[in-house]
């Protein structure tokens, strides 16, 4: 079998058995000792993607670039500040990461085998309405940016896959329904943005496979709603947040980010995907938790205007949910880590 073995900037090829780079067996100690790298050269490359992803400085993006450039995919941030994105991502801790402002996204998006689309103005701010305009706006502009360079790229060069992400807000809010992906949009400002946001992404060409993922609340430790809530939880001794009885659809971080990769590589990831852990809790249930991983007592409920104070208006995300089911991740068999929210919140907080 033809290998290719590496030791620094040396490449080399020989003949030799698979597992075998000399007489004896190869093993992890050569790689370590010796900095030997052997692999088979063309597998290698058909499963190396180029993924260009807006969005990637972000609390999901930063993770996923992470996870694709352990897995030796060639990945191009797409952002609108360089300065910014090179802060993110220094070259000594991602070497060979390509970063494109605006005017270069075509040539970045053109010879890329998948796109991710992750931007948008957060939405944890107050919600003034040139704000609110912003929220939607801003991911329907960057979508339809990304849409369009992927239309008009040459087929030869074209992107095959777009990974979108959109949320859960899509539904709107309930305390007794469940919803799941075949379950019709709401009616309020949130489940509007979603479906124009995703109405905008389903302009990508036929040839292009999409997948629409529903992003519930993302726990995490570094950034989303959890690292605003925590503080004024510790403030008021944590308790539930207005009346608890709320639905909360959560997602850990490295589940969603694995939900987008698997979306990357496998085919039958396609149309829409709700990016949730299999079993969503009541607000009360997720205070109760997070309580316990804190070592507070889940005693004086949170006012409201607590958690309004620092998520502004996006804080109805968190105190009207939905009760979110991934139907569609549990049909694909997609892996969840974390399936318990305390198991969940212990990961990230202890
Ligand atoms: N985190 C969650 O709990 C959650 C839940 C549901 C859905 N989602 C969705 O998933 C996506 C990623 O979430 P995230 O938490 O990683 O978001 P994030 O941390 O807020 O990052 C979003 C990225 O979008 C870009 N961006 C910000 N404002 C923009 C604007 N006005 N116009 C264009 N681009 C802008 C920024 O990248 P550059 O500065 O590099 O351009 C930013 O790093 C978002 O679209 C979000 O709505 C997230």
């Not at 539904?171 to 109405?199: I, M, Q």
């Not at 959890?226 to 008021?236: E, S, V």
């Not at 804190?294 to 995300?317: C, H, N, T, Y």
């Amino acid at each position: 079998m033809e290998l290719l073995c590496r030791v620094g900037t040396l490449t080399w090829s020989q003949s030799i058995s698979p597992l075998h780079c000399s007489s004896r067996p190869f093993s992890r100690y050569d790689t370590k000792r010796f900095g030997v790298f052997c692999a088979s050269d063309q597998a290698q490359k058909a499963n190396q993607m180029t993924v260009s992803v807006t969005g990637a400085t972000g609390f999901i993006g930063r993770r996923l670039v992470r996870r694709l450039q352990a897995d030796n995919h060639q990945v191009h941030v797409l952002t609108r500040s360089i300065s910014k994105a090179k802060l993110i991502f220094p070259d000594n801790g991602f070497p060979g990461i390509v970063i494109a402002e605006e005017p270069e996204w075509k040539d970045c998006i053109q010879g890329s085998t998948a796109v991710v689309n992750l931007a948008g103005l957060s939405i944890s701010t107050r919600w003034s309405p040139e704000i609110k305009k912003e929220i939607k706006q801003s991911r329907i502009r960057v979508t339809s940016k990304v849409v369009d360079l992927i239309n008009e790229s040459p087929e030869e060069v074209r992107p095959s896959v777009l990974v979108s992400a959109t949320a859960v807000g899509y539904y709107g809010t309930s305390e007794t329904k469940v919803f799941d992906e075949d379950s019709p949009a709401g009616n309020d400002y949130l489940a509007e943005v979603c479906r124009e946001w995703e109405a905008t992404a389903l302009r990508v060409n036929k040839d292009v496979r999409l997948a629409r993922i529903r992003i519930g609340v993302v726990l995490g430790k570094d950034g989303g709603a959890l690292a605003k809530m925590i503080p004024i939880f510790m403030m008021f001794a944590g308790g539930p947040l207005g009346s608890g009885q709320q639905w909360f659809s959560w997602i850990h971080l490295e589940d969603i980010v694995n939900l987008i990769y698997e979306a990357l590589t496998n085919p039958s990831y396609q149309g829409v995907i709700n990016g949730t852990a299999p079993n969503p809790v009541r607000l009360a249930e997720m205070c109760e938790h997070l309580g316990n991983v804190l070592g507070r007592p889940s005693w004086l409920p949170v006012p409201d205007f607590a958690l309004k104070a620092v998520l502004g208006e996006g804080a109805s995300v968190v105190l009207e949910g939905q009760r979110v089911m991934p139907a569609r991740a549990k049909e694909l068999g997609f892996p969840f880590k974390y399936r318990y929210v305390k198991d969940a919140l212990k990961a990230i907080l202890s």
